[in-house]
């Protein structure tokens, strides 16, 4: 069983869609959540980053972590076009530990 | 605003020879890392630099060496070139260790062993 479990998709949705993307994980001691996207040849860049438990909001983002059920998400509102992308996550134990990433979830947001 | 920049972009080696990627940053981070990203899996860190002169191995070191001779500077050299190093490899830096919220990534190097 792979540590941090991710769909690796592709998932397409219209344009003006909420998107839900998940990952699971089997280590209760990871705190530090991040969500990462990755377009097409290119380098990973950071979208979401969450300590412990709970949501944050960033624009048209939200990050969720539900730490009983081993669980995070990221919700994409207003779905566009250029939010078609791999995305990422990759979490850790504490800020000095390796980050563990998933596969990646491929989104392709159709116009 | 040039960040981590890894060269080359593209490169088809022949089996059994040897190659350096070449990571440079320019935001002058102690720490330095070197992943590789095979299709369906996560990114697995090869090795990691927390400083000049100092290396460590990261879980998928075998096949390659690296060196940091200075805070800018990382290359990862891969000797005696295998199948089973046909990837992308990216590198990447930050300014604290591991921290998720401070890792920059280069573009890539898509490597093809035949």
């Known amino acids: 069983q792979k540590e941090v479990e991710q769909d690796p998709g592709p998932l397409s949705v219209p344009e003006g869609a909420i998107v839900s993307l998940n990952c699971t994980y089997s280590n209760s001691a990871f705190q530090y959540f991040m969500w990462y996207r990755q377009y097409s040849r290119k380098g990973p860049e950071l979208l979401m980053y969450t300590y412990s438990s709970g949501n944050k909001e960033d624009g048209r983002f939200t990050a969720q972590v539900d730490k009983s059920s081993k669980y995070i998400s990221l919700f994409i509102r207003d779905s566009q076009p250029s939010d078609s992308a791999t995305y990422l996550c990759a979490m850790s134990v504490d800020s000095n530990y390796q980050l563990i990433w998933g596969a990646g979830t491929k989104l392709i947001i159709k116009p | 605003n040039a960040g981590v920049t890894q060269t080359p972009k593209f490169r088809i080696l022949k089996i059994g020879q040897s190659m350096t990627l070449q990571c440079t940053q320019d935001m002058n981070h102690n720490y330095m890392y070197w992943y590789r990203q095979d299709p369906g899996m996560g990114l697995k860190l090869i090795y990691y630099s927390v400083g000049a002169g100092i290396t460590d191995k990261g879980e998928v070191p075998n096949g390659y060496n690296v060196s940091r001779s200075t805070t800018e500077d990382f290359p990862l050299r891969l000797e005696l070139a295998a199948p089973s190093q046909t990837s992308v490899y990216f590198c990447?830096?930050?300014?604290?260790?591991?921290?998720?919220?401070?890792?920059?990534f280069g573009e890539g190097s898509w490597l093809t062993v035949v």
């Open positions: 990447a830096s930050s300014r604290d260790a591991f921290s998720g919220n401070t890792i920059y």
